[in-house]
């Protein structure tokens, strides 16, 4: 099993540019979650999606949109990015089955000039 | 904001010494966990002990909760270099169909030989 997967690995936009960073785990995991992480912090939840159908907003969802294509996949939309969007993004997953542990893919380190 | 902040931000240590980080939280929990991020990768889990919990072992880690001080510890036993890594803890709370983490700062331990 490859677990979670993310691409790209590494993007450079403009500002102003769109982009959709790509997430796919194949644990059949029921929920998904995308966080940042800036340089020295811990991670920040932007959206989750508990199931497939449903998608929820966490700590810092401004500027951002997310897509659960179905249970695999998992997608998070910059419309127009911005700088302070630079950042590396982590895609999770879990099982509800009280098991609450995430995995977590390898991250897409995103900077925007 | 930040759920939790560890202590200390940054820990140095020979091989074969001990290695101990504190995390503190702020509101109620169901569980906290520990994860473990290799320089430029995603997050591993390493431990969850839940709210009813006080201590729990998993090979070389030791974890502690005291759910009165609103505090956790993180032990690791006779540290190698491989142990060299930042550490978060991250307070679970669960929505009923999804369990959302809120992470810590981290503290990035150095083990040298």
């Known amino acids: 099993n490859a677990g979670v997967t993310q691409t790209p690995k590494f993007q450079v936009l403009k500002t102003g540019q769109s982009m959709t960073l790509q997430c796919a785990q194949d644990?059949?995991?029921?929920?998904m979650y995308w966080y940042r992480q800036d340089p020295g912090m811990g991670l920040r939840l932007i959206y989750y999606?508990?199931?497939?159908?449903?998608?929820d907003k966490g700590e810092v969802p401004n500027g951002y949109n997310v897509s659960r294509l179905n249970k695999r996949e998992f997608s998070l939309r910059l419309e127009s990015a911005a700088p302070s969007q630079t950042s590396v993004y982590f895609c999770?997953?879990?099982?509800?089955?009280?098991?609450?542990?995430?995995?977590f893919g390898p991250g897409t380190r995103l900077l925007v000039l | 904001s930040q759920q939790g902040e560890e202590d200390p931000q940054a820990l140095s240590i020979q091989e074969g010494e001990n290695a101990t980080m504190n995390c503190s939280y702020k509101?109620?929990?169901?569980?906290l966990q520990w994860y473990r991020q290799n320089s430029g990768r995603g997050l591993v889990h390493l431990i969850l002990?839940?709210?009813?919990?006080r201590e729990k072992h998993s090979g070389r880690l030791r974890v502690t909760l005291d759910t009165s001080k609103k505090s956790s510890s993180l032990l690791i036993t006779a540290s190698r270099a491989a142990d060299t890594a930042s550490y978060f803890c991250?307070?679970?709370?669960?929505?009923?169909?999804?369990?959302?983490?809120?992470f810590g700062t981290g503290t990035r331990l150095q083990v040298t030989l």
């Open positions: 644990m059949n995991h029921n929920s």
């Open positions: 999770a997953s879990s099982i509800w089955t009280g098991q609450e542990t995430q995995y």
């Open positions: 509101t109620s929990i169901n569980n």
């Open positions: 999606s508990a199931s497939e159908g449903t998608t």
């Open positions: 991250a307070t679970g709370e669960n929505t009923g169909t999804a369990s959302k983490l809120t």
């Open positions: 002990i839940r709210s009813n919990e």
